[in-house]
Each structure stands twice: as structure tokens, then as C-alpha cells.
């Protein structure tokens, strides 16, 4: 009775826990793109130099693209190659993907200007997307959620647009320089304005000039009434950027701003406000698109810095009037006063690449490489290198500058982390899969993005559905009806069964699928034969001339080895499968194994513990004094009747 | 009722079930569907609104092209997979789905499209069931091993299975002459399951055998199976109703999409009960005819 109430107990528990993990679709589980739509993506193959794509160029794409998204943990995948015509080599790839098309925006204004109202309003009214809604995230920077966005060049125009509307300012307040260092910065300025003598604190003309030495006179300069040296500024739409539309590394607006300021005078403090200082993309398929569209091209650079000391004497040194603690950042920061060129470390040679968190006070998502012999060689001569010249080795993604760092030795064991401002734990996971699936051989370009219907139609699998449960419905008549109170021990231990096999699908989470739902409708008639194998032999003990308890309990040792032996043969079967179709990337055999898996365990725990118990809790109530209603309709005859030849 | 006595009827009729499905296999008459082989895209828009997936699946049909896989794309497009359609194949297709409401339909695009499974997935499950068939096999010497020569259960649930698949894979042949269904994806995942159906269901009457055996070690072992298989057959019988309840309320009332499917699991269901009791239990018998292996000698207790 205990156990029995305390499975109860733990049934609900499992059960409450299993529908409180949210999510989307029905029951919170995740389909696949057979049941349920996704994302219809259309790429264009684009070799860098503008030649055709070749026949190997498109099987390379079509199996790293499978790759990727086969470890990213989008099953059921669909990836083809699109052709012009018959026999012609094919230039675009078809990708579909599970899952909505759908676009979350992560921003954040210095010192949180913009409320998430008048941004909302903006992308409403402004940029024409009249379902975005904007929340304020707990660390300040606002989520804009949207129904999708037209690949990146669509999200960079609004990123502009909100850059020219948001107004940012900035305070700036100058000092009197120190008294002994001779006149600094007059040799280089470029700007008329260097003949001021020291001792003074810059005008508003010359504060004007500064801005206007960078191409923003359309800032609005003013000097702040009673403190002599402190201007205030307003001006719209500072470029953050920091690489040059080929990914370069430039100096950002903000920094030449700041250049032109120190120019005029020995500056105190500064203050911004309202700069865009975040902008991310993620939401719905964004980090698949990621993962798919970029071609991963791990590039290591060796980073020349400027010279810690000056070239010659007569140089004043740091350059530009530059302070020293100043310059220590600078020279390997500022593309002005370094020079990059290409380093022997191949990312060919990787030969892993994994997620990661680094060591120390603040542990942060990081990519951590394994490179073989050769790259291992190559990396310890380069950190050699960058090591005892202090210079920096900087690691590009796609262009893109990730990290660059510094080295105090010579790295050994062919083992390197990578590290970049931007990374989340998702983009790293994403990273880490590109480096190890391979660079692709020619670039992609997303020329489609649609949302796509379910490959075996909604209307179409609705209907399948309905009857599904039509069909449910028939089998616990006919159980309750012919074995009466087994039937219904029987469709209750049913019920139990699917609730807990779909909450484990939605904890793991499993991608249900056709060949999923097939698997499950495999293993839920095994639970339907458990039941009634118990209720057979039950019945056989009953009329043995057994009392109703001593008959469930010999009926359930009866029928339970050939539960086990059925139950475990179909597991090794989906276990074999599930390894020839992790062996062969073949989705749809693993697909139905995991499942057939998951599903027989489960029932056969539901046959052990819920029906048995069940059954033995039943026959103890009042219920349990007509021995006859445990006999399945056709064998309606008196409990007392001779033993057929069933045991002998 | 006496099964085993007719034992050779019984194995007559599915050794020629077994036999036609096997020439119906090696002609080349099971279609390979698209999800194996290349064809084409077609994207439609429609002018004015929307005729639904299953509309323009009928009409495709109507066009000659049953296997079509029709998604909608967004609110006003069709993307549509179809066999290949060589040069002029797009105008059948053209003038049908014309027909349809929300038409005018506007081609946007045609492509030849590789395959969506990779070629080698049928070789591949193929060697995963033969692999998988080895484990089961060992598995079930292993459980019947309170039984003499277990290996002859092994050897008769695998037939047993073999045969199930054979007759499957033969009904659907047949059917893809008369109504044009293919060999896809989904299909697999259906044989997949009917062998796991298979070897659940011949191992539930193989576990009342090895009871029996164990009760009553002298009994003729003809005698024994035939008391086995009368015990356990209403189970059987009961469990492949219910099963049949499911499978054919979706075959019925369900979409059109699952159609295929839901034969070939209805075919595994019927075949696999059929064999567990008139072809796996009747192998052992006939089996057992022929060699000289006293029974009583060997029962040692569990």
C-alpha cells in the first residue's frame, strides 16, 4: 500500500516536472521538421575568386553543412543540393531546418538612454515591423523579439538607422598640463590648432575643430556655463565599429573622437552616454543560421606591435603625445602603430576542438584547440616568438578578430584557448563545432528564408492524429470491456506510460519524429501486450483454483520473463541500430532507436511497477470479493471450474 | 485445436508466400522513392490565396506524380519535391495546379535537387539488422538456456523474422504496381518496426514453450508446442486486435501522408503474429522430428 502510494506520489511528481519545462510546441516537446514545420533555407555557393563552383566544392559543402547541423542537435536535418538543370554542377544548397524562423535582437545604449518603449516605437513606426516587441533584459540592455529578419544585411540597416536616431553625449573635461614635461603632441598635430601655448585650457572653437578634424561638425559642441574647460557635446550616431567592411581592424569613431580630443589638451575625464555599446543577433533559427551560413576560416596572425622604446634618440617617444601607460595599450591595439602578417599555424592541423570554461575568478565561455604534431610545432614556435619580442598573436574567425593575445612562453603540449569578448556559451558551442566540422570550401550566401510547412503536411498529419486518438480510444474500450478489471488497470498503466514517456522526451529532449512516433507506437503496443500477458495468466491462476491476490501475484511471475526476454530482445536491436546510425549519420535509424529504447524500458517499468501494483492494490478493496470480474469475457466460467490442461 | 499436426500446410503456404515475395523483390519492381534518388523543385506562387497542402498534393497526383512531397513555404508558396522531371515534365504538373483556387500559380523556380537520404542508408540498415539480428540471437540462446539446444529457438525466431520481412517487403512490391506506393524514408523506419514487432511477438510464444518444457520434461515436444500455442494464443490474437485498432484508424481516417506507412506496419502485424505461432513454433517442431535429441535428459533445473 505504501509503495503503491509513494509511486503514486513519485508519478506525479515526474509528471508535474515534465510539463513545467516550457516550450512552444504542443506539450513543450520538440518535433521534427517531418511533423512539424521550420526554416526553408536557400544558399548560394560563392567561391571567393568569382569562379564557378565544381562538383567537389558542393559534396564538400552538402557534408560539412550535414555535419554541423548533426552536432548541433538539429536531427532530422534536411540537407540537398539545388541545380539549374539536369547534368549541370549544382550551386545552391537546400537546408531545412526544425524550428521557426524568428529573430531576437540583444542591445545596449551606454549608460541606458533609450527606454524600451521609444525603441519599441521606433521599430514599429520607423523601420516598418509592427510586431517587434522590446523588453528591458535585468541587466539593462533591451530585447527586441521579431518575426524574422532577411539575413544580416536587413539587421545591419536597422542597426544604422538606430545609431542615427539615438542621440549620444558626451562630456569631456581638460586640464591644466603638469608643468614639467616639455609641450607634448605639438610636433605631430595635424590640425591648425597646435599654437596654443601651454597654460591655457582649450577653447569651445578648438573643441569644434577637434570634431570637425574627424568629419562630425554636425556635432553640437557647448562649453558648460561656469567651469572652464568642461564641454558638453550632442551628436548623433557614433560607428562604434572596429573592423572596415573587410574585417580589418580600424579604429573605431569613438576612439579617432577621443585621438582629436587629447590632441588640443591634456584631457581629465570623459563621460558618454547613449552610444550603442551591444548588438547581437540570436533568437529562433539565428545560431543554426550561424552555424550553417559561415564558413569557419581559422586564421592565426602574428601581430608585430610598436616599439616599446624609440627608434632613435631624437623621436620623441611614445609617439603622439601619447602618455606611457597609454602607449602600453595602444601599440598593439591601434592598426596605426602595428603590423600583422601570416604565421606558419595551419588550422588544418587542428585535430579537435571543444567548449570550454576558463580557469580563474570569473570563468568565461572559451574554445579550447587541440592541434596535431605539426600544428602543435607551429604554435609553440610562433608563442615563442611573440613571447620574447612582447608582441601579440591575433586570432581571426571569418575575418573577424576574436582575441589577441600575448604570450610569457613558448606554448607547449599543441594545445591553445581562444577567447573573445563576445562569446556566450552557445557561440562558443557553435565555433567549437565549425573549427572541428572544417572550414567550408567555398562561401555561402543566403539568398531564401522562408517558413516551411511539415514535410508530411499539417493538414495531413492533424488528421492522422485525430484517428490516432480515435484508435486509443477503441483499444481501452475493448480492454475494459473484455478484461474488465485488467482492462482498466491496463489503461490506466497506459495513460501513466505515455505521460511519462512524453515528459522524458521533453527532459532529454528527445526530437520526435515520424520514425520517433513510429517507435513509440512499437513500444506502446509492448505495453499493451505486458497487460494483457498479466491479465492472461492471471485469469489461468484464477482458475486454478488460486485466491484472486495469490493469482496476480503468480500471474505477474508467470508472464514476466517473456515481458523481459521480448522487451530486452527489441532493445538490442534499437541499440545496434542506434549505433550503426551514429556510425552512418543516418537520423532516421537513430531517430527510432533512441526512441524504441527509451519507449520499451519505460514499459516495462510500467508493467513491473504500475500494473502489477495496481492490481494487487485493487484486489484488496471490495472489488477484490468478485474474483469474476478479473476474467476476461470469454472465459466467463465459475472460478470453481476444473483446471484446463493450462498447468498440470 | 490441433496446429502442430498441420504443421506442413502451415509452413507450405508461407515457404510460397516467402518463395513469390522474393521474385517479386529481385525483379525490379519496388520503386525507390525521391528521398533516394535525385529530381527536381518546383516553388509555385499563387496569385490569390491558398489552396492547402493537400490540395495541391491531389493535384500533383492527378498529374502522374503520386510521390510529390508538397511543404508550404510562408502564406502563398509550394515548394514541391518531385521525381525528376526531365524537359517537359513541368507542364503536366503546370496545367493542373492551375486549376486550383488562389491560381494562377507563378513557377518561381525549378532545380534538379540531390537526395535527400544519403544512397547508402539502405545498405547501411540492412547491415545494422543483420548485425542486430546476430545479438538477438545470441540473446535468446542465452534466455532459453534452461531449455535443450537453445540455439534452435535463436534459429527459429530468426526465420521467423526473415520471413515476416520477406512478405512485407513482397505485399509492398505488389502494392507499388497497383497503387504506386514507393520505397522512402518513412518505409524503413516501417520495416524497422515490423522486425521489432516480429521478434517480440515469436518470443512470447517460445517463453510458454520453455515453460512447459520445464513443467513437464517428458511430454512429446509436438504435444508440448501444441499446448503452448493454444494457451497463448487468445494473448496473441488479443494483443495484434488491439494493436490492428490503432494502426487502422489511422489507416482509415488519417491523412494521406501516412497511408504507405501505415500499411506496412498493418502487413508487419499481421504477418508477425501469423509466424510466431504457424512458422517459428512449427520450425522447432519439424526441426526436432528429424534430429534425435532426448529431452529427458537434459532438463537441469533453472
Known amino acids: 500500500m505504501v509503495v503503491s502510494a509513494s509511486f503514486a506520489l513519485a508519478f506525479s511528481e515526474v509528471n508535474i516536472f515534465g510539463f513545467v519545462r516550457g516550450g512552444d510546441s504542443p506539450l513543450g516537446l520538440t518535433l521534427g521538421l517531418d511533423l512539424e514545420g521550420g526554416t526553408h533555407l536557400v544558399y548560394k555557393a560563392m567561391p571567393d575568386d568569382g569562379r564557378e563552383p565544381t562538383k567537389d566544392d558542393m559534396e564538400g559543402l552538402r557534408n560539412i553543412i550535414d555535419k554541423r547541423v548533426n552536432e548541433f542537435g538539429v536531427s532530422e536535418a534536411s540537407v540537398q543540393l539545388l541545380g539549374g538543370g539536369v547534368d549541370s554542377v549544382p550551386d545552391r544548397v537546400l537546408v531545412q531546418i526544425p524550428g521557426q524562423t524568428g529573430a531576437a535582437i540583444t542591445l545596449k545604449f551606454d549608460a541606458d538612454t533609450v527606454t524600451p518603449e521609444t525603441l519599441q516605437a521606433f521599430f514599429r513606426n520607423e523601420l516598418g515591423r509592427p510586431e517587434a516587441v522590446v523588453t528591458r533584459n535585468e ?12 539575413g544580416e544585411s536587413e539587421a545591419d540597416e536597422w542597426r544604422d538607422a538606430i545609431i542615427s536616431q539615438y542621440p549620444v553625449a558626451l562630456q569631456v573635461g581638460y586640464v591644466l598640463p603638469q608643468a614639467d614635461p616639455p609641450a607634448v603632441g605639438e610636433d605631430d598635430a595635424e590640425e591648425s590648432k597646435s599654437d596654443e601655448e601651454t597654460g591655457t585650457l582649450p577653447t569651445l572653437d578648438e573643441v569644434r575643430g577637434a570634431f570637425a578634424s574627424v568629419g562630425r561638425s554636425d556635432a553640437e559642441v557647448d562649453a558648460v556655463d561656469g567651469a572652464e574647460g568642461l564641454f558638453s557635446i550632442l551628436m548623433y550616431g557614433i560607428d562604434v565599429n572596429t573592423t572596415d567592411d573587410s574585417g580589418s581592424p580600424v579604429l573605431g569613431e569613438n576612439q579617432r573622437i577621443m585621438a582629436a580630443l587629447r590632441e588640443i589638451g591634456t584631457v581629465q575625464y570623459t563621460e558618454s552616454q547613449g552610444t550603442l555599446t551591444q548588438w547581437t543577433l540570436g533568437g529562433g533559427v539565428q545560431e543554426a543560421k550561424n552555424l550553417i551560413g559561415k564558413t569557419a576560416q581559422l586564421e592565426f596572425r602574428y601581430r608585430e606591435c610598436g616599439d616599446i622604446l624609440a627608434p632613435s634618440d631624437d623621436m620623441p617617444w611614445p609617439p603622439n603625445g601619447l602618455s606611457q601607460d597609454e602607449w602600453v595599450v595602444e601599440r598593439c591595439s591601434n592598426p596605426v602603430y602595428f603590423t600583422e602578417s601570416a604565421t606558419e599555424i595551419d588550422a588544418a592541423d587542428l585535430d579537435d576542438a571543444f567548449p570550454d570554461i576558463s580557469g580563474g575568478a570569473i570563468p568565461r565561455p572559451i574554445v579550447t584547440l587541440v592541434f596535431n604534431e605539426d600544428g602543435g610545432k607551429a604554435f609553440f614556435n610562433v608563442t615563442d616568438r611573440v613571447s620574447r619580442q612582447d608582441d601579440r ?13 600575448s604570450a610569457r612562453a613558448g606554448i607547449t603540449g599543441g594545445r591553445a584557448i581562444i577567447e573573445g569578448g563576445s562569446f556566450t556559451t552557445e557561440r562558443v558551442r557553435t565555433i567549437a563545432i565549425q573549427l572541428r566540422s572544417g572550414a567550408l570550401p567555398v562561401g555561402l550566401d543566403l539568398i531564401q528564408e522562408r517558413n516551411v510547412d511539415a514535410v508530411l503536411g499539417e493538414d495531413s498529419l492533424q488528421k492522422s492524429l485525430i484517428a490516432g486518438g480515435f484508435g486509443l480510444i477503441m483499444l ?13 488497470i491496463a489503461s490506466i498503466a497506459l495513460v501513466a506510460y505515455a505521460v511519462l514517456l512524453l515528459g522524458i522526451f521533453k527532459m532529454i529532449p528527445v526530437t520526435l519524429t515520424l520514425s520517433g512516433a513510429a517507435a513509440v507506437i512499437l513500444s506502446l503496443g509492448f505495453a499493451v501486450d505486458a497487460n494483457v500477458l498479466i491479465a492472461e495468466r492471471t485469469k489461468e491462476e484464477l482458475r486454478s483454483g488460486r485466491s484472486l491476490l495469490a493469482a496476480i501475484t503468480a500471474g505477474f511471475d508467470r508472464a514476466w520473463p517473456s515481458i523481459r526476454d521480448g522487451n530486452v530482445s527489441t532493445i538490442i536491436v534499437a541499440i545496434v541500430l542506434f549505433w550503426f546510425g551514429d556510425r552512418f549519420s543516418t537520423s532516421v535509424m537513430q531517430g527510432f532507436a533512441l526512441t524504441l529504447a527509451i519507449g520499451v524500458l519505460l514499459s516495462m517499468f510500467t508493467a513491473f511497477f504500475a500494473s502489477r501494483l495496481l492490481l494487487r492494490l485493487i484486489a484488496s478493496t471490495r472489488i477484490g470479493d468478485k474474483p469474476n470480474w478479473f476474467v476476461p469475457v470469454r472465459d466467463q466460467t465459475p472460478p470453481s471450474a476444473p483446471t484446463s490442461g493450462g498447468v498440470s | 485445436m490441433d496446429i502442430v499436426s498441420k504443421r506442413r500446410i502451415f509452413l507450405s503456404i508461407s515457404f510460397v508466400l516467402v518463395v513469390i515475395s522474393a521474385v517479386m523483390l529481385v525483379s525490379p519492381s519496388l520503386n525507390l522513392g525521391i528521398d533516394f534518388t535525385s529530381g527536381s ?5 499563387f496569385a490569390d490565396g491558398n489552396p492547402g497542402t493537400e490540395v495541391v498534393s491531389d ?21 514541391i519535391r518531385t521525381e525528376d522531371l526531365g524537359v517537359y515534365g513541368l507542364d503536366a504538373i503546370n496545367e493542373e495546379v492551375n486549376k486550383l483556387d488562389g491560381g494562377p500559380a507563378k513557377v518561381l523556380d525549378t532545380s534538379t535537387v540531390g537526395a535527400s537520404v544519403a544512397e547508402d542508408t539502405v545498405r547501411n540498415a540492412i547491415t545494422a ?3 542486430a539480428v546476430i545479438f538477438v540471437m545470441l540473446y535468446i540462446m542465452y534466455a532459453f538456456r534452461s531449455v535443450p539446444n537453445s540455439y534452435k529457438y535463436a534459429f527459429a525466431a530468426i526465420v521467423a523474422l526473415a520471413h515476416d520481412v520477406l512478405i512485407v517487403l513482397g505485399a509492398f512490391t505488389v502494392l507499388g504496381i497497383a497503387i504506386n506506393a514507393e520505397v522512402n524514408a518513412i518505409f524503413i523506419v516501417g520495416i524497422l518496426t515490423v522486425i521489432g514487432y516480429s521478434v517480440n511477438d515469436t518470443i512470447v510464444i517460445f517463453d510458454r514453450i520453455r515453460e512447459n518444457v520445464t513443467l513437464a520434461p517428458g511430454r512429446d515436444f509436438r504435444a508440448t508446442v501444441n499446448l ?3 494457451e497463448s494464443i487468445t494473448r496473441s490474437v488479443g494483443t495484434s486486435l488491439t494493436t490492428m485498432t490503432v494502426i487502422l484508424a489511422i489507416l482509415l481516417f488519417g491523412g494521406a501522408s501516412l497511408r504507405d506507412f501505415m500499411i506496412v506496419l498493418l502487413a508487419g502485424v499481421i504477418v508477425g503474429t501469423y509466424s510466431s505461432i504457424f512458422v517459428a513454433a512449427q520450425i522447432l517442431v519439424l526441426w526436432e522430428g528429424r534430429r534425435f535429441l532426448p529431452w529427458r535428459r537434459q532438463i537441469v533445473s533453472t
Not at chain 1, 481501452?476 to 482498466?488: C, I, L, Q, R
Not at chain 2, 523543385?41 to 506562387?45: A, E, I
Open chain 1, 139 to 150: 541587466n539593462g540592455s533591451l530585447m527586441v523579439q521579431l518575426d524574422d529578419i532577411q
Open chain 1, 393 to 405: 598573436l591575433a586570432i581571426y574567425l571569418d575575418g573577424e578578430e576574436l582575441v589577441a593575445p
Open chain 1, 476 to 488: 481501452v474500450v475493448f480492454m475494459v470491456a473484455y478484461y474488465k478489471v485488467p482492462g482498466v
Open chain 2, 41 to 45: 523543385t518546383v516553388t509555385y506562387q
Open chain 2, 59 to 79: 493535384a500533383l497526383t492527378k498529374s502522374g506524380h503520386p510521390e510529390a512531397i508538397v511543404q508550404a513555404l510562408g502564406d502563398d508558396q509550394y515548394f
Open chain 2, 129 to 131: 539488422v543483420i548485425v
Open chain 2, 228 to 230: 503452448s500455442i493454444n
